[in-house]
């Protein structure tokens, strides 16, 4: 089985340092971020490695649980610095984040990284299943509302006031709060300990996967699932 996974980078890193990437070096753009990578060469770590907050963490013990089920898995981090970037992708310490922006600069921001093309690039890639873990600052980033056709069957784990954010084409898993509890999650990580279960259960298919996941029945609703 294929899977590919979208989501989002965390301010928490396993690497900080006072002279880290900030938003004034990536506006400055490519060369110069290329130029300050150099310098902090000793801190660079693959973008798997370098996040270190509780959703990227829980993701990936999910991650590694279905890989050696046999699952091929594709991560892509949606990143306010960097864009979109693969799993294996060096990148520098930074601080940059799409949680303190305005739609107007949002928008701005996520057109001058080619944000809205990497995404798409992502969800054409022939999968099994795509997951999206996304907060709702990174999918405003993303536009996912003007996507019309996808050619994998995708989830995305939303809250209720993300809805909106998505086109009819895409499944949603909508996350309570009572759900905090059954998974003993806080909101701000939630998503990553829920992609984690329903990837412990992959070798059952995506849709069991999902099921399991949570013990109950799925539920249609806005051309997906809907909990």
């Given at each position: 089985m294929k899977i590919s996974i979208i989501t989002s980078c965390t301010g928490f890193k396993t690497?900080?340092?006072?002279?880290?990437?900030?938003?004034?070096?990536?506006?400055?753009?490519?060369?110069h971020v290329r130029s300050r990578e150099a310098e902090l060469a000793e801190c660079m770590r693959p973008a798997g490695m370098l996040?270190?907050?509780e959703q990227h963490v829980r993701l990936m013990r999910g991650v590694q649980s279905a890989r050696e089920q046999?699952?091929?898995?594709?991560?892509?981090?949606?990143?306010?610095?960097?864009?979109?970037?693969?799993e294996g992708q060096l990148i520098?310490?930074?601080?940059?984040?799409?949680?303190?922006?305005?739609?107007?600069?949002?928008?701005?921001w996520a057109t001058m990284l080619g944000?809205?093309?990497?995404?798409?690039?992502?969800?054409?890639?022939?999968?099994?299943?795509?997951?999206?873990?996304?907060?709702?600052?990174?999918?405003?980033?993303?536009?996912?509302d003007s996507v019309t056709q996808l050619h994998s069957p995708t989830w995305a784990l939303c809250g209720k006031g993300s809805v909106k954010r998505f086109s009819p084409a895409?499944?949603?898993?909508?996350?309570?709060?009572?759900h905090t509890g059954q998974?003993?999650?806080?909101?701000?990580?939630?998503?990553?300990?829920i992609a984690a279960r329903i990837l412990e259960n992959v070798r059952l298919g995506p849709?069991?996967?999902?099921?399991?996941?949570?013990v109950q029945p799925l539920a249609p609703a806005h051309a997906g699932l809907l909990f």
């Open positions: 690497v900080s340092v006072p002279n880290q990437l900030t938003q004034e070096d990536f506006a400055k753009g490519e060369s996040y270190a907050g046999g699952a091929k898995v594709s991560i892509s981090i949606l990143s306010a610095g960097y864009g979109v970037v693969e520098a310490p930074y601080e940059m984040t799409f949680n303190t922006m305005k739609k107007k600069e949002s928008h701005a944000i809205q093309e990497s995404v798409l690039e992502v969800l054409d890639a022939p999968s099994d299943m795509t997951l999206i873990l996304l907060g709702d600052r990174y999918l405003q980033a993303c536009e996912f895409f499944q949603l898993v909508l996350l309570e709060q009572s998974f003993g999650a806080a909101m701000t990580n939630l998503k990553g300990s849709a069991e996967a999902i099921r399991q996941a949570f």
